[in-house]
């Protein structure tokens, strides 16, 4: 199941529209797919996005595009956190790795880019944090960052 199905609608015309009349990407904010969860879950992230850190791992926050309290970005190359997130498919995996950082559990998947893939397990939503492969120096760092924010706004169980 991809993560990416929800592509904005009209962006091939936009890129063509900015190649067009000149523009450049060379801004250095991070661009990711917002997820669409359910009310419950929508609601949890809103909470946890008041609940995050201004620093993860040294770096300041840097949300990325679109704007949204749904999703969360510190320093460049950004590590991107992206809450109601869909269970990923790798969970049902025995074999999966897993790990528990201050008392939040998740789901670890090395990315063929060489980033690292970390979603919650056992919370009401899941919350999925990216960090890149030139980030991944400091190992779980960024995590232990996050569990505060995570523990106060998305309680222990099972997402609907």
């Given at each position: 199941m991809s993560f990416f199905r929800h592509r904005p609608f009209g962006l091939p015309a936009l890129v063509l529209l900015l190649a067009a009349?000149?523009?450049s990407f060379a801004d250095d904010s991070a661009s990711v797919?917002?997820?669409s969860p359910g009310a419950k879950a929508a609601a949890l992230c809103?909470?946890?996005d008041r609940a995050l850190p201004a620093e993860v791992d040294d770096q300041d926050r840097r949300d990325p595009d679109p704007a949204s309290p749904l999703t969360a970005g510190w320093g460049d190359p950004a590590i991107i956190l992206r809450c109601g997130v869909e269970r990923p498919a790798?969970?049902?995996?025995e074999e999966a790795d897993g790990v528990e950082v201050d008392g939040v559990g998740w789901l670890l998947e090395k990315q063929q880019d060489g980033s690292f893939r970390f979603t919650t397990a056992l919370r009401k939503a899941y919350v999925e944090v990216t960090i890149p492969e030139q980030r991944t120096g400091d190992g779980?760092?960024?995590l232990v960052d996050l569990a505060p924010g995570i523990k106060k706004a998305i309680p222990e169980g099972i997402a609907d």
């Open positions: 009349a000149g523009c797919a917002v997820p809103r909470e946890l790798k969970m049902n995996d779980m760092a960024p």
